[in-house]
Structure formats: structure tokens, C-alpha cells
């Protein structure tokens, strides 16, 4: 009886030792579930998504302004721009000149000081609207000028896979300012409204989003000068009133320089923060 006994004692004493240890287990794998759980959240929320804004046009894009004739407002350090505005001979821009992106930047630091932004700009001065769409015609580009810029869509959409690789971003607008080139010539400025269509389009397919909104700048060189010009203001309206999510932005009375063509320092300063009123409105609205 002894031995039996012996022996049920040792296996009581067994299985309470592994019942023990059991429950020990079951409550280390269930605090490192949690603690797994609380982990992907956190990443979840720690993830950095940017608003994506494109800016792409020609000379008034990339922009002559002098950072040292303004006053250069506050930027809020969850921007991150990207500058790949070149000149006519395709020579980037130096970093004491700007565009109207410090407009765009100051309105956007004001209203979204925690929001994160990418603002990536491609622009190249003299680009013609043929140059830029994505059924590319040689040779009115070559009529235009300057057929080494390339297929100008295409270049923007390389650099935008460049600047957001390994990032999670969300495009949010498209900003245009462009056309003063094809002022010049009344054929480009009648077929100005269809070969923006494209591009929008393109653009639009491009970055995943049909209704991305797509704001651009009234274009007002002196008309006498510019044979295409009220046909290419015509196309502008056009787009407005019959392209759902465009936005046409008045530019008369902005200052411009001694050409009466291109922006001054304060002029582009003007531009962008018009621009950058309506981009508040967009993300107030839809964002």
C-alpha cells in the first residue's frame, strides 16, 4: 500500500508541477500576443503618410524669384520638397531662387501644421503644352521649340517614383502653370484645351485617382504680343467648366517683371499663396 501510494503521490505531484507550468506558459504567450498587438498598432499609427502635391509647368513654375528680396515665411518641417524645376538649357535651378511653391508651402503650414506633405515640383522653362501631352506630336513640338525636353509626362512621372520610393503617400492635387509658349502661336493655343484634357487624364491615371483635383493659372502675357493668347484663356475656362475637380486661379494683378511675361520675387510669392488657398480648400473639403 505504501509503494501505491508513493507512487500516486509522485504523479499528483507531477501533474500539479505541469498544470503550474502550463498556466505560466498560457500567460506568457497571452501578455506576448498583446504585446504584439499593441506593437502592429503602434506601427500602424507611427506610419508616416504623406500628402502628395505635384506642381509642373513651365518657366512661371520653376520660377526666377530671389529668396532674398522676400521675407521667407515659416515652413512647417512636416513638408518635404523636392525640386526638379529646370531652366531652358535643362539646368537645375539654384536653391536661392523659387517658385510658387513658398506660397504653397506657407498657406499649408498654417492651416495643417501636423499634416505631412511631399511637394515635388517638375517644370522646365519654355515647355510648350505639346511637349508636356502624352500623345506627343513631333513635330509641332519641333515648330514650338526645344523637342530635346523630351516626353515631359514621362520625366514627371519618373521623378515622382524617385522622390516617394519607399513611402506611403496619397496624392492629393495637381498644380499647373503653363502655356505662355503656346500663346505665342494661335493653332497651339486653339488645340491648347484638348491636349490639356490628355495630360489631365494621364496625370489622373498615372497617380491612381480620377478625380484628382488639378489647379492651374490663368495664363496673361500682354495679348498684343501673343497671337494665341485669347484662344489658350478660352481652352483654360473650357477645362474649368466642363473637367470635373479643375480649378482655374485668377492671376491678374500679381506683380511681374520688366518682361511683362515672367512673375516678380513678390509676384510668385502672391501665386503660390493663391494656389495655396484653394489647395486648403480642397483638403478641407475632401481630406
Not at 513638408?79 to 499649408?108: A, C, H, W
Request: aromatic residues 12%.
Amino acid at each position: 500500500m505504501d509503494f501505491i501510494r508513493n507512487i500516486v503521490e509522485r504523479m499528483l505531484i507531477c501533474y500539479l508541477f505541469f498544470l503550474q507550468m502550463g498556466i505560466i506558459c498560457f500567460g506568457q504567450t497571452k501578455e506576448l500576443s498583446e504585446n504584439l498587438k499593441l506593437s502592429t498598432e503602434a506601427s500602424k499609427d507611427s506610419a508616416q503618410v504623406y500628402n502628395l502635391i505635384i506642381l509642373a509647368g513651365q518657366s512661371n513654375m520653376v520660377g526666377s524669384g530671389k529668396k532674398d528680396q522676400i521675407q521667407v515665411p515659416f515652413i512647417s518641417d512636416n513638408i518635404t520638397y523636392y525640386n526638379y524645376g529646370k531652366r531652358m538649357n535643362l539646368q537645375i535651378v539654384s536653391e536661392d531662387t523659387f517658385g510658387p511653391e513658398i506660397g504653397i508651402m506657407e498657406q499649408l503650414s498654417i492651416k495643417f501644421p501636423n499634416k505631412k506633405f511631399i511637394i515635388l515640383k517638375y517644370a522646365v522653362g519654355g515647355a510648350s503644352m505639346y511637349g508636356w501631352s502624352p500623345e506627343r506630336d513631333e513635330k509641332k513640338v519641333e515648330k514650338m521649340g526645344h523637342p530635346h525636353f523630351g516626353k515631359m509626362s514621362d520625366s514627371l512621372f519618373k521623378y515622382t517614383d524617385l522622390a516617394i520610393k519607399g513611402k506611403i503617400t496619397e496624392p492629393i492635387a495637381f498644380v499647373w502653370m503653363q502655356g505662355e509658349t503656346d500663346a505665342r502661336f494661335e493653332i497651339a493655343g486653339q488645340e491648347y484645351a484638348s491636349n490639356f484634357q490628355k495630360l489631365i487624364e494621364k496625370v489622373r491615371k498615372e497617380y491612381h485617382k480620377e478625380d484628382l483635383p488639378i489647379i492651374f493659372g490663368k495664363v496673361n502675357p500682354i495679348a498684343s504680343r501673343y497671337p494665341g493668347l485669347l484662344a489658350l484663356q478660352s481652352s483654360q475656362r473650357y477645362i474649368a467648366k466642363n473637367i470635373a475637380n479643375t480649378y482655374l486661379v485668377d492671376t491678374d494683378g500679381l506683380e511681374k517683371r520688366s518682361d511683362s511675361l515672367h512673375y516678380s520675387s513678390e509676384g510668385l510669392l502672391g501665386l503660390g499663396e493663391r494656389f495655396g488657398k484653394i489647395l486648403v480648400k480642397i483638403i478641407e473639403e475632401k481630406y
